[in-house]
């Protein structure tokens, strides 16, 4: 029974041995520069030149919450995330995908700049002169009309951030869609897109009310892509008190 027990935990050792050699990237100073060049090409639009996150999150972190693992992160760039704008690498042969895997694994070494600013000041605007708190929630406090930015700090860097507050039809949230229905009786009714299928369609307004229309009800459904309800604070609010708006919401994390 002994030598039973002792040739199935070889055996499962070796299995665990193999599928760690399966994801083993590559580190040799070519195959990270040839994984720079296919990030730059395939991956930079959304993540940003270094990583610093544009429309996608950044990358410039030690653990992607996505990706834990070389497994997982090589899955994503071959498969996609399903349900977000991340498409799968169907060009990427398997070596490119572990070269650009690599290339990801090494932005999360490179020690990252503070981002400048006094974040506590930045969580007074945020609550009282840009009332940001009346449309967006940190870990359940503040309203529903904007996106939760309880983990933004860890997602989208400073300058997305800045450019999201001073101009924020360039910067709309991937799966956030402004919606204007028009029933045949009743008054029109503009929102977010909250659900939507064949038949019907749910939005919720800037005060936070729900509403579920049946699409046969409906005289038009407008849905403004790339549009946001939000106002520029371009001129609003002080250089200063942007950076220090910037800094407060590149601190916030997660709840762990």
Known sequence: ????????????AALAAGTEAKVKLPNSSADLLRGQKLFQVHCALCHGPKGEGQRGPML???????????????????????GTEMPGAGAMSDREMRQTAAYVRSLGKVAMKPVPGDAAHGAEIFRGKG?????????????????????????????????????????????????TVVPHT??????????????????????????????????????QRGKSPMPSYQGQLSDAELTDLVAYLASLKEAK
């Open 1 to 12: 029974m002994k030598l039973v027990l002792s040739l199935l935990v070889s055996g499962v």
């Open 186 to 223: 009743g008054p029109r009714v503009t929102g977010v897109r909250v659900n939507e299928d064949s038949f019907s369609i749910q939005i919720r307004d800037s005060t936070g009310r729900s509403y579920s229309f049946w699409k046969k009800d409906l005289a038009q459904v407008d849905k």
């Open 131 to 179: 009332n940001c708190a009346g449309c967006h929630s940190i870990h359940g406090e503040g309203g529903v009309a904007g996106p939760d930015l309880s983990g933004i700090g860890e997602s989208r860097s400073a300058a997305y951030l800045r450019e999201s507050i001073v101009n924020p039809g360039a910067a709309v949230p991937e799966g956030y869609l402004l919606v």
């Open 60 to 82: 410039t972190r030690a653990k992607l919450s996505r990706a834990p693992d070389d497994a997982a992160l090589l899955k994503i760039l071959e498969d996609g995330i399903r």
